[in-house]
């Protein structure tokens, strides 16, 4: 278990040396300022601002996951734009223990031993309120069989959720920040993998060479506390 979480999260090392000059080898992360005219938009790209057109209605204060593409005359267009799921637009609900959680994977997956693992980390340790969130939704999720782990690995933000099916079956979603969200099923034989993204379709079939990779328009998180979020900004 522990080594297919290690290697899916390795998906997200690819990095992008300089957000200014707009790589579009991957899908990108996107967080809109506002409106600025009927197809314009000014948008946040890592700590950068900048312009683009989308032929997509977008939110502002809203984070998508996006491809840019270059047009003439220097604009910068948008497309394939989808919203991301309100958890990964939190920052402060991901944990930057990924050690810690992630070694009780090492030997078992059991679902009550689990919950037990976590409600002594919030009930056994003084925790500041969004570590306290974030807990009180992994064990939400237990109860509908879904173990969730949002966590910080090698300094990226990255979802991981997954459930265990019959047969030792592995159902997962992994949500990242330059990768957009990707799905699939893990078993003894086969490990087929769904993303939304072509350009993330060609990078996870360098990874994983024995894998089915397919392209999907919709992909959710098994588990979405979109529902239970709190106001956590005060």
């Not at 300022?33 to 946040?44: M, T």
């Not at 969130?133 to 959720?161: C, D, R, W």
């Amino acid at each position: 278990m522990i080594s297919q979480i290690k290697k899916i999260s390795s998906l997200e090392n690819t990095k992008n040396k300089n957000p200014l000059r707009y790589n579009t080898n991957l899908p990108l992360s996107i967080e809109v300022v506002e409106k600025i005219g009927a197809d314009r938009y000014k948008l946040i790209l890592g700590k950068k601002e900048f312009t683009a057109k989308s032929k997509k209605e977008l939110k502002p204060k809203e984070k998508y996951w996006g491809d840019l593409n270059h047009e003439k005359e220097g604009i910068v267009s948008l497309s394939n734009l989808v919203k991301k799921p309100a958890i990964l637009s939190t920052d402060e609900l991901f944990l930057n223990e990924a050690d810690l959680f992630l070694s009780f994977f090492k030997t078992e997956t059991d679902t009550n031993k689990y919950r037990n693992f976590l409600i002594e980390k919030l009930y056994g340790e003084k925790n500041n309120r969004y570590r306290f969130l974030s807990l009180t939704y992994m064990i939400v999720a237990l109860k509908e069989g879904i173990f969730h782990l949002p966590l910080y690995i090698n300094n990226k933000k990255i979802l991981f959720q997954f459930s265990i099916k019959e047969e030792k079956n592995i159902l997962f979603y992994a949500g990242f920040e330059n990768l957009g969200a990707i799905k699939g099923i893990i078993s003894d034989h086969n490990t087929d993998i769904y993303t939304i993204f072509k350009k993330s379709h060609n990078m996870i079939l360098k990874k994983f060479k024995n894998a089915k990779v397919f392209l999907h328009t919709n992909i959710n998180p098994l588990f979405n506390p979109a529902n239970l979020l709190l106001d956590i900004k005060g």
